[in-house]
């Protein structure tokens, strides 16, 4: 049971989550929960830290870090406690959990649950602070923003897990962020196929790692309200029996930032270069749009995209390669969004491009840029305009509580 920053905001809902996994507990299950940073810790630590370092170092960074889940599970221990079970809490290194060196961002590579399968033997509630773990050099890491769910996803893969249930502040996961879309569908199961999509392309609610660990590891992840009972969404394996509507979510993003190398040498190897060095600073580049250089030059512009929080480091990777290459400038626009129309039926049906396209042109919205997948469209646009961008393809795509299959546009007209 992992249960997010929301669900354990205050005192009163860190009895709610203890009361929750008391009564699993108490219904017979070994129950193991992650708990996450409560409220909005994370960002004051991370605000903490630019207060006295505008760079900080990343080592330190994470020991600040990883103290906001700490917190919130020795709290759930003592009210367990109180609600007369046996519990205990464990740092992401107690609980066995092995990540790589690369601080603030860390990859688990292994999870040796022997600690936290002796403390369920012994008939004790565990609880296990998310997003962190001890790196191969016996650092404290932490796992990347929403990393609880990766913790959450590799304890209950190495424990051999029932379910991996993530409570959270919604109901599941919804065909658009209800924040954004009031009228939002709750799914009742998603494949793991639209989920990565989904959760690559913005869609927060589970963490992409987490969903990618889930899948290699054939982890069954129930998403669902920390606030009320009933049943969320199901994240289902390739191959289980499920409808495919043509579009299932529109996702979005607000942090994106772009880079534009103007002048970059038309010469084989070069954009390896540059992609590599962005790779080896572990800058996360998205999408990536290169033009041939107009007739006869050989010097092109390329640009690509990459998380907000990653643009310092971009930058500074970059930095060298510049006057190597003698590339003539570098632009960037921090202020970018993206929005995503996510389907797995929309491999066998042409046209949903076109459609997503002509929406926003509908709405005055210009396409910066553009990325397909067999099961995906996203676009670049200017970051302002990105609620709007969502809800007019969630409506256009009658994606909307209410809308039933057969009212939503796009059946055979669609390929016309
Ligand atoms: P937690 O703290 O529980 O990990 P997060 O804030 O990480 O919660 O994720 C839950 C939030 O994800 C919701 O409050 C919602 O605004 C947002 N969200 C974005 N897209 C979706 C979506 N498609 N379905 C559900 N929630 C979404
Ligand atoms: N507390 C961390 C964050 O805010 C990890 C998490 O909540 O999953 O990103
Ligand atoms: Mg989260």
């Given at each position: 049971m992992k249960f997010g920053g929301t669900s354990v905001a205050d005192a009163q809902r860190v009895i709610r989550a203890a009361k929750r996994i008391v009564a699993r507990k108490e219904a017979g299950k070994r129950v193991v929960a992650v708990l996450s940073a409560r409220g909005s810790t994370t960002d004051e630590l991370i605000a903490m830290a630019a207060e006295v370092s505008a760079l900080p170092d990343p080592r330190e960074m994470d020991m600040l870090l990883s103290t906001g889940e700490r917190i919130s599970c020795a709290l759930c221990a003592m009210a367990i406690r109180d609600l007369g079970h046996d519990a205990v809490s464990l740092t992401g290194s107690q609980a066995g959990i092995l990540t790589d060196?690369?601080?603030?961002?860390a990859r688990i590579v292994?999870?040796?649950?022997a600690r936290i399968q002796r403390e369920l033997d012994s008939g004790a509630i565990v609880l296990v602070a998310g997003f962190q773990g001890v790196s191969t050099n016996q650092d404290v890491t932490t796992l990347g923003r929403g990393g609880s769910d990766t913790t959450a996803v590799a304890v209950a893969a190495a424990l051999n897990a029932e379910v991996c249930e993530i409570y959270t502040d919604v109901a599941g996961v919804f065909s658009a962020d209800p924040r954004i879309v009031p009228d939002a569908r709750k799914l009742s199961t998603v494949s793991f196929e639209e989920m990565l999509e989904m959760a690559a392309s913005?869609?927060?609610?589970?963490q992409l790692r987490a969903v990618e660990y889930a899948r290699n590891h054939n982890v069954r992840i129930h998403c669902r309200s920390s606030l009320e009972d009933g049943p969320g969404t199901v994240v289902l394996g390739e191959g289980e029996t499920m409808e495919q509507p043509l579009i299932t979510a529109v996702t979005h993003s607000t942090d994106e930032a772009r880079l534009t190398l103007l002048?970059?040498?038309?010469?084989?190897?070069v954009a390896g270069r540059i992609f590599t060095a962005l790779a080896e600073a572990n800058v996360n580049v998205d999408m990536i749009i290169q033009n041939e250089p107009?007739?006869?030059?050989h010097r092109a512009d390329m640009s690509f995209t990459v998380p907000r929080s990653d643009l310092v480091d971009a930058r500074s990777a970059l930095d060298g390669l510049i006057g190597e290459l003698g590339i003539t400038d570098v632009v960037t626009d921090e202020k970018m969004g993206k929005v995503s129309v996510i389907g797995a039926g929309m491999k066998s049906h042409p046209g949903v491009a076109a459609k997503v396209f002509e929406v926003l042109g509908g709405e005055g919205i210009n396409i910066e840029m553009i990325v397909t997948s067999p099961i995906k469209i996203s676009c670049v646009i200017s970051g302002e305009h990105v609620p709007t961008a969502v809800r007019a393809l969630h409506s256009a795509f009658a994606l909307?509580?209410?809308?039933t299959l057969q009212e939503r546009p796009f059946g055979d007209e669609a390929s016309a």
């Amino acid at each position: 049971m992992k249960f997010g920053g929301t669900s354990v905001a205050d005192a009163q809902r860190v009895i709610r989550a203890a009361k929750r996994i008391v009564a699993r507990k108490e219904a017979g299950k070994r129950v193991v929960a992650v708990l996450s940073a409560r409220g909005s810790t994370t960002d004051e630590l991370i605000a903490m830290a630019a207060e006295v370092s505008a760079l900080p170092d990343p080592r330190e960074m994470d020991m600040l870090l990883s103290t906001g889940e700490r917190i919130s599970c020795a709290l759930c221990a003592m009210a367990i406690r109180d609600l007369g079970h046996d519990a205990v809490s464990l740092t992401g290194s107690q609980a066995g959990i092995l990540t790589d060196t690369s601080h603030t961002k860390a990859r688990i590579v292994d999870v040796d649950a022997a600690r936290i399968q002796r403390e369920l033997d012994s008939g004790a509630i565990v609880l296990v602070a998310g997003f962190q773990g001890v790196s191969t050099n016996q650092d404290v890491t932490t796992l990347g923003r929403g990393g609880s769910d990766t913790t959450a996803v590799a304890v209950a893969a190495a424990l051999n897990a029932e379910v991996c249930e993530i409570y959270t502040d919604v109901a599941g996961v919804f065909s658009a962020d209800p924040r954004i879309v009031p009228d939002a569908r709750k799914l009742s199961t998603v494949s793991f196929e639209e989920m990565l999509e989904m959760a690559a392309s913005g869609a927060n609610v589970l963490q992409l790692r987490a969903v990618e660990y889930a899948r290699n590891h054939n982890v069954r992840i129930h998403c669902r309200s920390s606030l009320e009972d009933g049943p969320g969404t199901v994240v289902l394996g390739e191959g289980e029996t499920m409808e495919q509507p043509l579009i299932t979510a529109v996702t979005h993003s607000t942090d994106e930032a772009r880079l534009t190398l103007l002048g970059v040498p038309d010469d084989p190897g070069v954009a390896g270069r540059i992609f590599t060095a962005l790779a080896e600073a572990n800058v996360n580049v998205d999408m990536i749009i290169q033009n041939e250089p107009i007739s006869g030059g050989h010097r092109a512009d390329m640009s690509f995209t990459v998380p907000r929080s990653d643009l310092v480091d971009a930058r500074s990777a970059l930095d060298g390669l510049i006057g190597e290459l003698g590339i003539t400038d570098v632009v960037t626009d921090e202020k970018m969004g993206k929005v995503s129309v996510i389907g797995a039926g929309m491999k066998s049906h042409p046209g949903v491009a076109a459609k997503v396209f002509e929406v926003l042109g509908g709405e005055g919205i210009n396409i910066e840029m553009i990325v397909t997948s067999p099961i995906k469209i996203s676009c670049v646009i200017s970051g302002e305009h990105v609620p709007t961008a969502v809800r007019a393809l969630h409506s256009a795509f009658a994606l909307g509580e209410g809308a039933t299959l057969q009212e939503r546009p796009f059946g055979d007209e669609a390929s016309a």
